[in-house]
């Protein structure tokens, strides 16, 4: 069964920083590209970043608000997404899921997680 | 803020059709495809329509989408209650360079 699994969310004050994983399985995550999404209580949701494979150079590209200060990486001999928060704001709360484009969709993702809630507040 | 716009609510009774619009620009919509997706409460993202007017298996075929120039829509026909979620446009967008998603519209079944 294809799935993604994030873990870490938790409490944490303003400044502080904060890792969150995504376990993949059921498919091949060395090929995969994946992306963090954010959606805040009550509101839309919010690209956060993305992580190319390594056969496609790894690289990756960030949303402006978390620019500096959120960094994406990937450890393929763990099939495990990451995401490490420093600085948090209080406007980082919100629910983070893990997603990707495993099939055929033009690069939209139709594999998501349950998602891993984040509360930043004193 | 999100660049692509969506009223923020549409309505329905069962069976009937129910058109939303997303709005971008020439770096977003016109120049990427666009992907839609549905949101039940209290659950993750659902992939409904990707590249414009493609269904991924399993999406019924009272979804459909479009997509002229800088804007798409989404259409829901023959309405059923279980369709009452929240629904977001996206593409990527070249200025950016990033993934930008639409404002969301809440779907009510009356």
């Known amino acids: 069964e294809v799935q993604l699994v994030e873990s870490g969310g938790g409490l944490v004050k303003p400044g502080g920083s904060l890792r969150l994983s995504c376990a993949a399985s059921g498919f091949t995550f060395t090929n995969a590209w994946m992306s963090w999404v954010r959606q805040a209580p009550g509101k839309g949701l919010e690209w956060v970043g993305r992580i190319k494979s390594k056969t496609d150079g790894g690289t990756t590209d960030y949303a402006a608000p978390v620019k500096g200060r959120f960094t994406i990486s990937r450890d393929d001999s763990k099939n495990t997404l990451y995401l490490q928060m420093n600085s948090l704001k209080t406007e980082d709360t919100a629910v983070y899921y893990c997603s990707t484009a495993l099939t055929m969709t033009g690069g939209a993702f139709d594999i998501w997680g349950q998602g891993t809630m984040v509360t930043v507040s004193s | 803020q999100s660049v692509l716009t969506q009223p923020p609510s549409a309505s329905g009774t069962p069976g009937q059709r129910v058109t939303i619009s997303c709005s971008g620009s020439s770096s977003n919509i016109g120049s990427n495809t666009v992907h839609w997706y549905q949101q039940l409460p209290g659950t993750a993202p659902k992939l409904l329509i990707y590249s414009n007017n493609q269904r991924p298996s399993g999406v019924p075929g009272r979804f459909s989408g479009s997509k002229s120039g800088t804007s798409a829509s989404l259409a829901i026909s023959g309405l059923q209650s279980e369709d009452e979620a929240d629904y977001y446009c996206?593409?990527?967008?070249?200025?950016?360079?990033?993934?930008?998603f639409g404002t969301g519209t809440k779907v009510t079944v009356l």
């Open positions: 996206a593409a990527w967008d070249d200025s950016l360079n990033g993934y930008v």
